[in-house]
């Protein structure tokens, strides 16, 4: 799709969005990396001349796709009021994506803070100050250095009032720690960083918090034990609750739900029938998996590995 096309279609859909529910969203982007080093971080592979060969003209292409979707999702709906994302490189990614691609019809702000991940992905999110007004944001350290363990992203917390919430609404946004390869050590740091998670979703208690993020992990995780105990799952809990093979996420001909979207007691009424994940045609191969930007080193030119998932928050 065009340049041209994409501002009449985000045109039409800025004048046409509900304002009876709120959309948050969760997507694991992928690599969002821009071209340019950071000395502070190890992000070779990500540049012209890097293992992944990753030009300007891949780079935008991406962003175009990334704005196609957030149009697909609101086009479902409403304009998302919230978008919650993880493995974006730094600001000036987010300033291209809110500022520079389709998307900045939609007049997306965001909220970022440099994480210490040695690769340099981090957290963020995206709001629409017209739905979701920002009242403060903090970046929750996850002690993995200081345990011995690589450091890895930060837990990114925002509070605001939206109108379907009728006090504080707490969005926390996570990307735990892979559980590829890892092993006792890699479980440990897992762990380490779901008490960190827990601790502060212990301060929430009692408030509306929604938690999304790419946990590593299917609901059946015994990690979610500790998390269950504090908020309620939205996602599919077992396969036999699916009909057919599906999820967020596919790796070695498994699906999996590793993203997911969990609410407070407090807020559970107020959200809408049940999660969405994003299988909009684009997205997927002729295989109906995740059409993804690499597999490996080799450039497949798709948008991620992983599908979107959202949820609405309706007015009582």
Known sequence: MCRKAFTLLFLMLLTCSESRAQRIVFWNLENLFDCRHDSLKNDY????????????GRYWRKLD???RTFAAIADEGAWPMAIGVCEVENDSCLFDLTRRSPLRMARYAFIHEEGPDVRGIDVAMLYDSTQFQLLGHEAVRIPSAELGYRPTRDILHAWGQCPSVPDTLHLVVVHLPSRAGSGREGTEHRRLAVKTLCNLLDELDGKSVLLMGDFNSEPTDRIFRE??????????????????AQGTYYFRNVWSFLDHILVS????????????????????????TP??????????????????????????
């Open 227 to 244: 998390i269950g105990s504090r908020l309620t799952s939205l996602m599919p809990q077992s396969r036999k609750e699916l009909r057919q």
């Open 65 to 67: 796709n990334l704005s």
């Open 291 to 316: 059409w993804r930007t690499f597999q490996g080193p080799v450039y497949k030119g798709g948008i991620s590995d992983h599908l979107p998932i959202w949820v609405d928050l309706l007015s009582r």
């Open 265 to 288: 007691p407090r807020l559970l009424p107020r959200i809408g029938k049940s999660i969405n994940v994003g299988r909009f045609p684009f997205l997927l191969t002729e295989k109906g």
């Open 45 to 56: 592979d990500f540049l012209p001349e890097g293992s992944y060969h990753w030009t300007k």
